[in-house]
């Protein structure tokens, strides 16, 4: 019986990733992320997978979140990507 | 607006949580694919909203992170549910003026009017009303083709009328009749004249014998292109002679516009009267004394408006009658508001700057009625002052006009 080894390659490329869709700074909408992290009015931290979305800024609300993905609306001041 | 009117029909609660696990909550939530929307974070909680039906597991979770579950408020049809549903005759009246709604929708409420332009909407629709179209009917009753049939045959200046029945408005179309221009008898011999005296500016024969010449001054009735001459062998030729003809002429208008004027001035609070219309029938919606409550028309719009006096009392009053629209469908309802304001006739005084204006718009509109008459107006000279307490402006027009006018030439064997 052959073994079929997985190639680390494809499996990088195959592997879900965060998908960001900004409406200027009041609104993005985070597809294929693994949850919440943190949450406050003032900043927002959401798993990304490899790394963690930190969304800083005003009267940050979660608008709808589903397992699918989240909308945040507010005024977002700074987005940074934490590996 | 879909997603909000599926989300009143399934009911929705608004929730609170409050913890130290509000995001390990809401992650599980999202994984047990549990919709939460509206979410605003305040302190050490978490505010937001779900579908009813999944009101229990999202409590299951709150025990199972332990944060603690509260109950805000609960939306859509379960609330009107929880809130209406024993009492018995709001229900009975809901399920009455819906199937009121439902049987409305099987008559016509407004009979409408288009494509007239000569035939007044009034004697249409008193002909409609005449042949059992009028508001009120059943409209499986109607039967549209013969209504547009007899509505064809008895307006004579209609060529064509096709009825379409939209919802519960009957829509009577029409085409009006285009006359055709009246034929021109070439065989009768006839003659160009001046329509109206004036100086001749542009004479142009195209049948006849030309009898005067431009720069003369014409007189109304003066020939302008004979219809009946003789060659230079003697022969007398008869013809229909056709010429076109252009006059100049002055005219001039005087207009006065008194400074002082006698003019109703309010003298005291208005009183409203507000009577419900159905059919011939008119009731009164309020019980305060007005001074003439007298059955007006019933026809929509602005009815009535004027001065009458009473009891030595002078009255300014307007009644207006508004269809009655339950989303948007005009019911054969209409509210009648009767206005009476209490008014002294007061002498009134208006500037000289005023009085002209009024005067120009005056003659803008004599110069409008010129104009519908087929009279250009070249040029105008205007002088205005102020004589025995009237503003008075006298304006010479320069007008132009087309004025050859046939007129036929009666020979003596026609001639009865």
Redesign the interface.
């Known amino acids: 019986m052959v073994q079929r080894e997985e190639n680390p390659c494809l499996r990088e490329l195959l592997k879900p990733q965060a998908h960001l869709e900004f409406d200027a700074n009041r609104q993005v909408l985070i597809e294929d992320c693994l949850g919440i992290l943190e949450y406050s009015p003032e900043l927002v931290r959401v798993n990304a997978g490899d790394y963690i979305l930190r969304f800083s800024g005003r009267d940050l609300q979660l608008s709808t979140m589903t397992q699918d993905g989240l909308l945040l609306r507010g005024h977002i001041d700074r987005l940074e990507f934490l590996y | 607006m879909l997603l909000a009117l599926l989300r009143f029909f399934r009911g929705t609660v608004e929730f609170q949580v409050t913890g130290k696990y509000?995001?390990r909550f809401?992650?599980l939530?999202?994984?047990?694919?549990i919709?939460?929307?509206?979410?605003?974070?305040?302190a050490d909680s978490?505010r937001?909203c779900t579908l009813l039906s999944r009101q229990k597991e999202l409590m299951e979770l709150a025990q199972r992170v332990q944060v603690s579950w509260q109950l805000l408020q609960v939306f859509g049809s379960e609330r009107l549910r929880r809130r209406y549903g024993r009492r018995l005759g709001l229900l009975c009246s809901g399920g009455a003026l819906a199937l009121l709604l439902l049987l409305s929708q099987g008559m016509v409420w407004e009979v409408r009017i288009l494509g007239n332009e000569t035939v007044p909407s009034q004697q249409v629709l008193a002909l409609a009303q005449s042949l059992g179209l009028k508001p009120g009917v059943w409209k499986k009753s109607l039967d549209v083709n013969l209504l547009a049939d007899q509505i064809t045959r008895q307006l004579e200046p209609v060529s064509w009328v096709g009825i379409n029945l939209l919802g519960t408005v009957a829509e009577i179309e029409m085409v009006e009749r285009v006359l055709p221009p009246e034929l021109l008898d070439e065989e009768q011999p006839c003659n160009v004249v001046a329509g109206r005296a004036g100086l001749l500016t542009k004479l142009q024969v195209y049948d006849g014998k030309t009898e005067a010449k431009v720069g003369e001054t014409v007189q109304q009735g003066s020939l302008l292109a004979a219809g009946i001459w003789s060659d230079k062998l003697g022969r007398t030729h008869y013809g229909h002679a056709r010429a076109e003809a252009v006059v100049e002429f002055s005219e001039e208008r005087l207009i006065s516009v008194p400074l002082a004027y006698e003019s109703p001035v309010p003298c005291g609070p208005h009183r409203n009267s507000r009577r419900i219309l159905l059919g011939k029938l008119s009731l009164p919606l309020s019980f305060g004394r007005v001074p003439n409550a007298a059955g007006f028309s019933s026809r929509l719009g602005l009815v009535e408006q004027g001065l009458y006096t009473q009891a030595e009392q002078q009255w300014y009053y307007s009644v207006r009658n508004v269809p009655l629209k339950v989303f948007g469908v005009s019911l054969p309802l209409a509210i009648q508001t009767q206005q009476y304001i209490p008014c002294q006739l007061q002498e009134v005084f208006r500037s000289e700057e005023a009085a002209k204006s009024l005067a120009l718009s005056r003659l803008e509109q004599e110069i409008s009625a010129l104009e519908r008459q087929e009279i250009d107006v070249l040029s105008r000279e205007l002088q205005g002052k102020v004589e025995d307490g009237a503003f008075v402006l006298r304006a010479k027009l320069h007008c132009s006009q087309e004025v050859a006018k046939q007129q036929p030439i009666v020979l003596e064997e026609q001639a009865p």
């Open positions: 509000v995001e809401l992650n939530a999202a994984r047990a694919r919709p939460i929307w509206d979410g605003q974070r305040e978490f937001g």
